[in-house]
């Protein structure tokens, strides 16, 4: 499962804060993706980028924001205006044009 | 957009008996279809895939079929084992390669 990784594992903040998780790639994927997952639930999309300097809002992006200033690397920053957001986040990358998608160990978020 | 439904959302079977997870999506530009596992507190796992061109596709104890027309596609597990226990996901991709996941069945296996 080398090749896609997180940065931390686990992560505490206080309400308010803005926190950045890491996600960086060395499969040489084009595409890149951050999920949300909460217990019990599937894979909902924040945001993906299919290339550099190029992104797109998923499902839920309000209250997220990314940047992608190089393929290998796709950090997704949680601002305080997500209202809710402890969870598990899983960065994801796939090569361009079709392909199965590769998880990084995820991160979990708990802010108190 | 896309819609994926899954089901069923719990799945208990007995050790060596079949297993079967069923989805549905809506989008017929759909064409890629990935199976994922996910262990507790770990990252999903791509377990089996099959593009929109192939009917049915098998890897040891897992195949995978899909029905283009009627928009379904399956996951079957034969020979069930205890270490098959974990939560599965599928998912459907459209030549934008953006992914739609279904929202998970949880396979249990009774040793």
């Known amino acids: 499962d080398g090749g896609i990784t997180q940065s931390p594992k686990y992560l505490f903040r206080k309400e308010g804060q803005n926190v950045t998780l890491s996600c960086e790639q060395n499969l040489n994927h084009d595409a890149m993706y951050w999920y949300r997952q909460d217990p019990g639930q599937g894979l909902r999309l924040i945001y993906y980028s299919q290339i550099v300097n190029d992104f797109q809002k998923g499902d839920i992006a309000e209250g997220y924001s990314v940047s992608r200033e190089k393929k290998e690397s796709f950090p997704l920053t949680v601002t305080s205006a997500q209202k809710n957001p402890t969870a598990f986040y899983l960065c994801?990358?796939?090569?361009?044009?079709?392909?199965?998608?590769?998880f990084g160990p995820g991160t979990r978020l708990t802010v108190t | 957009g896309e819609n994926v439904e899954q089901h069923p959302s719990t799945l208990s079977v007995q050790e060596g008996d079949s297993a079967v997870i069923k989805c549905t999506y809506s989008d017929s530009a759909s064409n890629y279809f990935p199976w994922y596992k996910q262990e507790l507190g770990k990252r999903p796992q791509l377990i089996i895939d099959i593009r929109s061109n192939v009917g049915e596709k098998k890897d040891q104890r897992i195949a995978v079929t899909l029905n283009k027309t009627a928009k379904h596609f399956s996951l079957h597990i034969t020979e069930t084992q205890p270490e098959d226990s974990a939560v599965y996901f599928c998912a459907a991709s459209n030549p934008g390669n953006q992914f739609y996941f279904g929202t998970g069945t949880s396979l249990t296996v009774i040793p």
């Open positions: 994801a990358s796939s090569p361009a044009l079709g392909g199965g998608q590769y």
